[in-house]
């Protein structure tokens, strides 16, 4: 297939929805990790054509929501300091910390800038040689390779103002969190299309072998999602545990391995803070200490008090797929995307504003 309608062909899903059916007899429960999967699979009204025994549960793919408290008060205590500008991906802003949010300190005078790249966040280093610049770098593979590449440049061309608090998150451990930790019933997941083109497929293979479960790294169209669903039934159904590329299109079993170089330059794995999974070994990047200039946490005293969790919010149980937000008592009366408690409503990627937006 050549063109995006193709992808989205009635015909073509109608076929596939008939073969998950005719295939599909044990009651499973499948993970999507990723939050634009979530999304899509709203978007598109996946689940209200699946059979019966087959849930879909979302979990922590979304990286705004898996920020840990911690992180959004490190963030907020760096945007109090006089000549810090902090320069952030949109959505962070809008997330509640422990007694305020970067949208409220900027409201207060901070100067805390959205900016659409990290080398956006470079040209404002480089405008501004008298203010210390800080990029919130948050996400996962996906977009560690782009903020390597900006630290490098400032190393390159000596801008010390320039750096990095990173609170990147790594994928397969929170994957082992969630099936070691027992909690959450999962019997297999569908793996994020543009995180696998990075790390590619070979990164899910310890885990799946350890634990015995499926993946299977899925595109974004519907049918996408709906091959990829019909191949983790059938692995399920033969009782295999494999890990599948429905998205053969963009990736392959080795990844990106140039993007994966310039990571592994700049970055080092380390234990990393998670929403909704704890404190969780080599599951984030540090930089390393060759380019320390440019790690904010080594430049800034960031040491916070212990966080306080948002009263009565759900989403560290919607992380783990525990709860749906329509088990959260907040979901969509004192909790809103115009007025989120919990990241999980902030993002665009995250599992409430996805319920709240299709209406489930
Ligand atoms: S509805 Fe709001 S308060 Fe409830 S879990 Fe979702 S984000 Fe948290």
Redesign the pocket.
């Known amino acids: 297939m050549k063109y995006l309608d193709e992808y989205r062909d009635p015909e073509l899903a109608a076929g596939l929805i008939q073969r998950i059916k005719s295939l599909s007899r044990k009651p499973v429960r499948l993970m999507e990790i990723c939050g634009t999967h979530t999304v899509a699979i709203f978007r598109h009204g996946i689940r209200s054509v699946l059979p019966e025994n087959l849930v879909l549960v979302s979990g922590p793919g979304c990286p705004v929501c898996v920020t840990a408290q911690v992180d959004i008060d490190r963030s907020i205590k760096l945007a109090r300091i006089p000549d810090v500008i902090v320069t952030t991906f949109g959505d962070l802003v809008r997330v509640p910390g422990s007694g305020s949010s970067l949208a409220r300190e900027k409201a207060e005078g901070a100067d805390v800038r959205t900016v659409y790249s990290t080398f956006d966040a470079l040209s404002v280093a480089r405008n501004h040689p008298d203010r210390k610049v800080v990029f919130l770098g948050i996400g996962f593979e996906t977009t560690a390779p782009t903020i390597a590449a900006a630290i490098m440049t400032a190393h390159r061309e000596g801008l010390r103002n320039f750096s990095v608090l990173s609170m990147h998150k790594l994928l397969p451990p929170a994957m082992e969190a969630l099936l070691s930790g027992g909690e959450s019933r999962i019997d297999g997941f569908i793996c994020p299309g543009h995180v696998s083109v990075i790390i590619g497929t070979s990164a899910y293979e310890a885990v799946v072998r350890q634990h015995g479960t499926p993946c299977v790294v899925v595109g974004f169209e519907p049918t996408d999602i709906l091959e990829g669903l019909y191949r983790l039934i059938r692995l399920l159904e033969k009782n295999e545990a494999g890990v599948e590329i429905q998205y053969k299109r963009a990736v392959t079993p080795e990844g990106n391995i140039k993007a994966m170089h310039l990571l592994h330059t700049v970055f080092e794995p380390a234990q990393a803070a998670w929403r909704g999974l704890g404190v969780i070994p080599e599951s984030g990047l540090k930089i390393r200490d060759s380019f320390s200039i440019h790690d904010a946490a080594q430049s800034f005293d960031v040491e916070v008090p212990a966080p306080v969790d948002?009263k009565?919010?759900?989403?560290s149980?919607?992380i783990r797929g525990l709860?749906t937000?329509l088990d959260?008592?907040?979901?969509?009366s004192?909790?809103t995307p115009e007025e989120?408690?919990?990241?999980?409503?902030?993002s665009t990627e995250?599992?409430?504003?996805a319920?709240?937006k299709y209406r489930v």
């Open positions: 948002p009565g919010c759900a989403c149980e919607v709860k937000p959260c008592p907040f979901f969509a004192k909790c989120p408690v919990g990241p999980c409503m902030v995250g599992t409430c504003a319920y709240y």
